[in-house]
Structures are given as C-alpha cells and as structure tokens.
C-alpha cells in the first residue's frame, strides 16, 4: 500500500511523534532563551567587576601622580590586546584622551554606569588615521549623524563607566559588548542547530515508526479480508515479539479459532437435521400419501392422522434435543446454575425410573447417602441423568443373570463421579463405545430398540456444560457411564 | 359442600380467555379449538391491544405469545401485573430453554409452554390455570367421590379403607385430585409432581400413574383414575 502523508498522519504513532516533537520543540526553545540570557548576564556582571576595579585602579593612579600619570597609565593599558575602553574628558564634555575616537553623544554627561549600551568607535577603526592619544581631535567624527546612524556604521557597542574625578575632569572606562553578544549568538546557533537536527530526526522516526505500525495493521487488516472472504482456517500474523500487536493478533486468533468451532458445530448440526430429520419426514409423507390413495374406512383416516401426529411429535422431540445440543455444546452460558445436590438427583431419578425398571425386570438401586454438591444446573443434570439411566434400564434386559442396574456415587481425587453400571451385554468394542455419544449414532442391536439416538450426546453436552466429562468403560459384564464433575468449590 | 363439586362446577363452567397472538393462523385455530371446548376466546393480535384488552376485560386466563408486534408479551405481562392484574397467564413462546422459562416465569407467567405443541395439551394447562377452579389450594382435605385425602396427616382413604402409599404416590394422587375433573397431562405431571420439565424417554409417567391406579382403584367398583387419550389423566368419581 502506498504511504501517502494523510495516510501516516492516520497512524497513532504518527500522531503521538508529532506531539513529542512540539513538546520537546517548546522546551528546547525556551532552554536555548534561558541559557543564553543567564550566560550573557553573568558575562555582563563580570566586566562591571572589571570595570569597577580599573577605574578604582586609575583612580589611585590619579591620586598618586596626577593628570599625567593616570593619562600615561590609560595609554599602557590602551594598548593592551582587548583593552577596555579609556576617555577622559574636562568637565565640558571636550575629550582630552584616551583609546576612543567618537562616542555616542550624551553617554559622559552622566555619571555612573550607562543604561543601555552605547556605540562607539575606536581609534585606527575608521577611515581617519589619527595618532592614539591626540587629545585635541575630541569632536566626534561622525558628528551631525543620529546615534542610530553612528551604530549602524561602526557597529560596536559598549558598556561604559562615567566617574567625575576630584577636578571635575571626567573618566570613563567602557568594555566592548562584542564577546558577549558574539558567545550569545554562537549559543544560540548551536542550540537552533541542534534543534533542527533533532526535528529532523524526530520525522525521520516518526515516518519509521508510523510505517512501521501501519504496515503491521496492513497486514492485519489484509489477513482479516481474506477470511472475510471465505477462508476461516486463516490466521493474523503473529512476529513472535510479544509485544501489542502480536497479543491483538493472538487474541483475535483465539477468536477466530472459537468462531471456526461454533461454525463447525453449526455446520455438523444442519448437516445432521438435514440427514436425519429427512428419513422421518419422507416416512411421515409416504404414509400420509398411501392413505390418501387408496379407499379407507373413517377408522383408516383417524389411525393415520394419530399416527401422523406421533410422528411429528417424535420429530419435534428430536428437533429440540439437537438444538439444545448444540446450544450447550457452543458454551451455551446460564445463569441459572445453583448448588446442586447430586444424592438427591440421584434419589429423585431412580424413584422416577424405578417402576419402569420394575416393569422391565430389572433391579434398580441407588447407593447413595451423604450429599454431594456440585454447581450446576439441576435440570440439565437430572435430564442427562435419567437418560442415562433410561438406557441402562433398555439394555440390561439382555443380561444372562437377573437384569440390575446400580447408581453410585463417589468422590476421586477432587472430582465427584456419578456411576451408573449395568449388568447388560455393554458394548465390547472399544470403537463403538467411543462412538456411541456422537449424534444420532445408534448401534446395531439398539435399533429395534425407542430412541433417537440423541440421549447419549445430551448427556455429554450437558457434562461438557457443568465442566465434566462423560466416560463409558466396559464393565465385566455390562458397561459403566461415568460421569465425573468437578467438585463444587467451597466459598 | 364439598370442595369436589365445587371444582366441578368451576370446571363445568365456560372460561373467558383472552388470547394475543400475532401469526392469525395459530390464533384463529385456538379461537376455533377453545370454542369448541366450551369456552369463550378473544385475540388480540398484537402486544398493544392485547394490554388494552386485558386491562379492561375481566379474563380467566390469557394465552400470551411471548414475541409479539408492537410490544412483546413478556413487557405486556409485567405492566399488567405492576398494575395489579392477577389474572392467571400462560406464555406461549418458540425459546424453549431452561433460562427461558425462567425468565418468562419471572416477569409473572404462571405457566410456559414451548411452540409447537399439542392442543390438548395447552386446554389442558389453560384450564389448570382458570382461579375459578383453584380453590383447592388452601383446604387440607381433598374429596373425590368415595376418595379421600388428607394433607396434612398424609393419609388416603377411600370408602373408608386405609390406603398406603409411597410419598410420590401421595404427592401424585394429591395433584390429581387438587385437578380432580380436570385433564392433567404427562408432563403437567412431571413439572408439577416431579419438578422437571424435560421429556423423558420412556413414558416413565405411565408406569408411576398405572402403579397409583392399582393402589387406589384394585378392590373398588369403580374406576376413578381415567386415562384420557392422546391427552392425559382425568380423576373424576362416579360417571
């Protein structure tokens, strides 16, 4: 896919870099302001330190010799590299000597130190060569030009000192400004530089990382149209970096995985309707047809509309148990799970079943006493019990000694088991035992026997609902049907 | 009088039914059914009306579908109720699941039953509902002819003969007789007698009714436990 710039600007990590870098930009602009107006101020405090201490230097040399030896003493140090700036003037104003050719008019009529930085121009800087302590050429060259003029054609400021000495001549001792401007200018480039540098870098990221997260989107969102398109069996890449992505893409899979399960189990279920409610329902047809053809008393009419009716009902029984199959098997979720006792399940199923059994011949007993709690629902597990017990009772008629049928109920190793053990034929093939809780399955003996062949899978569904498991082992004789739930926490 | 023939007349007597459903052809033919039963039947043909009727009409018992146009029967059920309405209700509805009747129980239904079903079936239940013949609730003794029960001492006698039975038995024979008159079918009996409401496999019930039969009827004249076909039970003394 192309990378179009509203298409990164659409990216989460696009936008959360364009964030960072205004915040950083914001910081680092006002760190170069702080930096340089600190450094420039204490470069300002120290040549008012400088300042101070040469005037009160020239000032003991004036104490000492005079006139002259202050005027000898500034014509030294004048000539100093970097020297400060030196003027002394009578108290006129008229420039008597020093290293300063023209001044900013006004900077000596006041004492003390001067408010804002003033130009000045010193001598040799200009086009006039004019020998370095001439004390008669005082008369600003640059006279008749407004201060601003005079700034912007020399170009050099200064801070300066004005002390009247006790002749009332005038002494003033200046630094150029040039070193703290240019260390404040230099600073700022640096910073500015960097700056940009850092900006540079920042899109160069956030362009990386942006692509780099939509691709892993793209490839995403690519991965979730193909199976939108049909293909269900594929998956979302997985980089195996553990990080968000791969978790977005794990859980989706996980996902996909259960929705793949229900659509199999869905699929199984119509499948199944398809197959097996058919073979009924032509039953149901034909039956109602061959009526129809022939002549028949009003006796012949009833008997098959009642038989018609019974088959419909049967068919609607069978109707119902796959949809509720189905519906416990795709994690159908209740809230409808109380505690549930299973002794007392048990007792009410074999009671209901005992004159059934009777009928048939066959011993019906429970062996259970103390209650056995589980969380569950006490519908689903009588229905999966009785059931169970249904056929137990069906297929212990064959048995070669008196038919019985016996309900136990253990506690092994954190599991309760429910038992239900006859003394039938059972079933000795291992595959058939695996076999028969699958839908409609029914074995070759059991179909002369009622039934839809659905029992057993309801009883594993609703097994599978409360957690547990549903085992059928041979027993010797007959076949034991195991159904072991998870104990009941104790809260 | 006895509490016997004061069922009797309770059941002998028409039923005003109000019926709401929405598919027209359901509700014509259980107009039609329930006509033919003696009883009176009004649809409302969907949720909205069906309220209006209900709240107005004095009802024995309504047929309510649980999904109906405009409003749906559940909600139509709690306003009545929230409005003091007793009148008995039985939801009609195609979600047949154990939370289902639950829920339909919970918003005031007295009783619930899952499309399809058979008609017998439903007249049967209807009729179980009617308050009018409901009285029998609160007495201890129940009469039926020459049968009689006691509630409260647990013991059965009929034509004054001592009859023993096993607790089922009597919690059984006391629905049936609560119903005396009355169609009580299998699975009215399994809900009610044994507190399921799956279909078992077996016609479990049969064996269990057929057994009290033979307790309350072997030694007597006269049958009083009927098996009505295609439908249910009846208890019902004399001819």
Known sequence: ?491 | MSAATASEIAYNGSMKILLIEDDREAADYLEKAFTEAGHTAHVAGDGETGFALADSGDYDVMVVDRMLPRRDGLSVIASLRSRGNTTPVLILSALGEVDDRVTGLRAGGDDYLTKPYAFSELLARVEVLNRRAGVKESETVYRSGDLELDRLSHSVKRAGREIVLQPREFRLLEYLMRHAGQVVTRTMLLENVWDYHFDPQTNVIDVHVSRLRGKIEKGFDKPILHTIRGAGYMLKSGG
Not at chain 1, 117 to 135: I, K, L, M, N
Not at chain 1, 271 to 288: C, G, V
Request: proline residues 4%.
């Open chain 1, 1 to 491: 896919m192309a990378l179009t710039m509203p298409a990164i600007m659409k990216t989460t990590a696009a936008r959360l870099s364009a964030l960072y870098l205004l915040l950083f930009a914001i910081c680092a602009v006002l760190l170069v302001f702080y930096m340089t107006s600190l450094s420039a101020r204490m470069l300002t405090a120290q040549t008012q330190e400088t300042i101070n201490e040469e005037v009160a230097d020239l000032a003991r040399s004036y104490q000492r010799g005079g006139l002259p030896f202050l005027v000898r003493t500034m014509e030294r140090r004048s000539r100093a590299p970097g020297a400060n700036l030196y003027m002394i003037a009578d108290p006129n104003g008229e420039v008597l000597a020093g290293n300063v050719q023209s001044i900013e008019p006004g900077v000596i009529a006041r004492e003390g130190w001067t408010e804002i930085p003033f130009s000045y121009e010193r001598y040799g800087e200009s086009g006039g060569e004019q020998a370095r302590g001439a004390t008669d050429s005082g008369k600003p060259s640059a006279q008749g030009q407004t201060p601003a003029q005079i700034r912007r054609n020399k170009g050099h400021d200064a801070i300066a000192l004005v002390v009247r000495l006790p002749n009332q001549m005038i002494l003033l001792v200046g630094r150029d400004l040039g070193e703290p401007e240019r260390f404040r200018s230099v600073v700022r480039r640096a910073l500015t530089l960097t700056l940009g540098m850092m900006g540079l870098g920042a899109l160069l990221i956030w362009f990386l990382v942006g692509r780099t997260a939509l691709k892993r989107i793209d490839n995403v969102s690519e991965a979730s149209s193909r199976i939108m398109g049909g293909d269900l069996s594929g998956r979302l890449p997985v980089t195996g970096a553990g990080d968000e992505f791969d978790r977005l893409s794990e859980n989706l899979n996980a996902m996909l995985a259960r929705i793949a399960t229900l659509n199999e189990g869905l699929k199984q279920v119509s499948d199944n309707i398809a197959h097996d409610l058919k073979t009924p329902l032509t039953r149901l047809r034909n039956r109602a047809e061959a009526v129809l053809s022939g002549k028949h008393s009003a006796a012949d009419y009833k008997a098959a509309l009642e038989g018609t009716i019974a088959e419909s009902d049967q068919l609607i029984k069978t109707f119902n148990a796959i949809l509720m199959i189905s519906r416990l098997e795709a994690g159908y979720s209740s809230e409808n799970t109380t505690q549930v006792d299973l002794a007392a399940t048990v007792r009410d199923v074999v009671e209901l079943y005992e004159p059934v059994a009777e009928e048939a011949g066959v011993g019906l007993e429970a062996d259970v006493a103390e209650p056995y709690l589980i969380e569950g629902n006490r519908e689903l597990v009588g229905q999966a019990l009785s059931n169970i017990v249904d056929n137990a009772i069906k297929y212990s008629t064959d048995a070669t000694s008196k038919p019985a049928v016996k309900v136990s109920l253990e506690r092994v190793a954190g599991k309760i088991k429910l038992t239900v053990a006859d003394n039938g034929q059972g079933i000795p093939d291992d595959a058939d035992r695996a076999r028969v809780t699958e839908r409609f399955v029914r074995l070759e003996k059991s179909r002369s026997q009622p039934g839809s062949g659905l029992g057993l899978s309801l009883a594993k569904a609703i097994m599978k609902f409360h957690k547990g498991t549903l085992d059928l082992q041979p027993a010797d004789p007959g076949l034991c049907v195991v159904m072991s739930f998870p104990e009941r926490e104790a809260s």
